[in-house]
């Protein structure tokens, strides 16, 4: 079973207004943090040195999965049968 995903994102940012819409029309449930407003947030994404957003974030059986931007095919990896192929963080 997945954990929630976490959804880091900025304010005006079309790619998050995109993931938003993306998890929101599957009715998957995400936290999403505001790197704007959310000093802790921040200081997590800022230790991962990943320059852009947004970044979602999921958990699987213990083990960290991050997908940056809006990448569809990788959104379907991550909430999908195929979650294990999704790319390992290091």
């Known amino acids: ?4 995903i976490r959804l880091y994102s900025v304010p005006n940012c079309e790619n998050c207004k995109k993931v938003k819409s993306y998890l929101d029309d599957r009715n998957i449930k995400y936290v999403e943090y505001n790197l704007r407003k959310n000093r802790e947030a921040r200081k997590y ?6 320059e ?4 979602i974030v999921g958990m699987n059986n213990g083990e960290e ?9 990788a959104m379907e990896l991550l909430i999908g049968d195929k979650y294990d192929k999704v790319k390992k963080r290091r």
């Open 1 to 4: 079973m997945q954990d929630i």
């Open 45 to 50: 994404y800022q230790s991962l040195n990943i």
């Open 52 to 55: 852009t957003a947004p970044v």
């Open 65 to 73: 999965w991050i997908i940056t931007g809006y990448d569809k095919e």
